[in-house]
């Protein structure tokens, strides 16, 4: 049995060192790829549940990586984040979010929002700030066409640093959206002392919804609770008719999901900047 046992551990060993090899790769390739400019966004539409209207695209980052080809960021921003890349690959979303916005502007298409994801590590810089403004300046986007979110985790590190840099934010015009909310575990009081414009539903939720009458429960006290906070609400991650029947009945205000786009590059997102109503 013992040494049954032991080859277990260094059958463990084996996996371990060559997940810790591939990591060691793949954080040099990232180093490379942050130099080479490796990155392209996808955009993916919210929707608003009674026009069907599109009210901001968000930006959602891919690797494509040389051998591996195009890699999710569940792949990367974790260790972007460990290998101390973020500020810089952030940057880099953000100022091809802005030209972009700019670029959709000045072909005339419906203004709409640009909605950038903050990694709670950029997030916690003292810079933060100074690095928004400086990609706005540069790339002459209006703040109102600039939205950022920040996971609901984010929001509960170093509470008065975050609650500050927030409010000179939505002073500018920012909107401000909490990502993944009802995970992270903030009561109502707590979430009230930020200046927040829109709560996002956690795709977890909405998954379950359908099945189980408690995650139905907390979507509706979510809504509830959202609504006598006078913020915005989307629900991300629909996928089906059956779930945006609900969150219309519930007073949920957008959707984000599959059912209407999955991310796509920007000309393709382009086509939903219409009048029309894409639901
Ligand atoms: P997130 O911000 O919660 O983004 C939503 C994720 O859910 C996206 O995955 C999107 O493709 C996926 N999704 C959207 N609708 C549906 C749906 O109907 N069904 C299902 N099954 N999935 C849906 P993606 O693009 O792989 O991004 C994963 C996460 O990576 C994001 O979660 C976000 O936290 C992070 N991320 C993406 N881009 C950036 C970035 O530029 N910077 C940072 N810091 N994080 C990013
Ligand atoms: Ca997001
Ligand atoms: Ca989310
Ligand atoms: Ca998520």
Not at 144 to 163: F, G, K, P, V
């Amino acid at each position: 049995a013992k040494g049954c046992g032991k080859n277990v551990y260094s059958l463990f060993d084996k996996r371990m060192n060559e997940h810790a090899s591939e990591r060691v790769t793949l954080l040099a390739d990232l180093r490379q790829a942050i130099e080479q400019g490796e990155f392209v966004l996808h955009y993916q539409p919210k929707v608003d549940l009674l026009t069907g209207k599109v009210t901001s695209v968000e930006a959602l980052v891919r690797w494509m990586h040389p051998r591996l080809g195009m890699l999710a960021p569940d792949k990367f921003i974790r260790l972007a984040e460990e290998g101390g890349m973020i500020a810089e690959l952030t940057e880099w979303v953000m100022r091809t979010a802005c030209l972009q916005a700019r670029a959709w502007q000045e072909a005339d298409l419906a203004p709409v929002r640009v909605a950038v994801n903050l990694s709670p590590f950029h997030f916690q810089r003292q810079d933060v700030k100074q690095s928004i403004c400086a990609v706005l300046g540069s790339t002459g986007l209006d703040p109102a066409l600039l939205e950022i979110e920040i996971t609901e985790s984010a929001l509960m590190q170093n509470d008065e640093y975050t609650c500050r840099v927030l409010s000179e934010l939505r002073d500018m015009g920012i909107t401000i959206s909490v990502d993944d909310f009802g995970t992270g575990y903030s009561s109502l009081s707590y979430l009230h002392r930020f200046p927040i414009n829109t709560l996002k539903i956690d795709r977890t939720f909405i998954l379950n919804m359908m099945k189980s009458s408690e995650d139905q429960a907390i979507v509706t006290a979510i809504i509830a609770m959202a609504k006598s906070l006078k913020m915005q609400i989307v629900a991300e991650g629909v996928e089906s008719v059956d779930q945006l029947e609900t969150l219309k009945d519930q007073g949920c205000h957008e959707i984000q999901g599959f059912l209407v786009s999955r991310p796509v590059n920007a000309e393709r997102v382009a086509r939903f900047f219409t009048d029309e109503d894409h639901l």
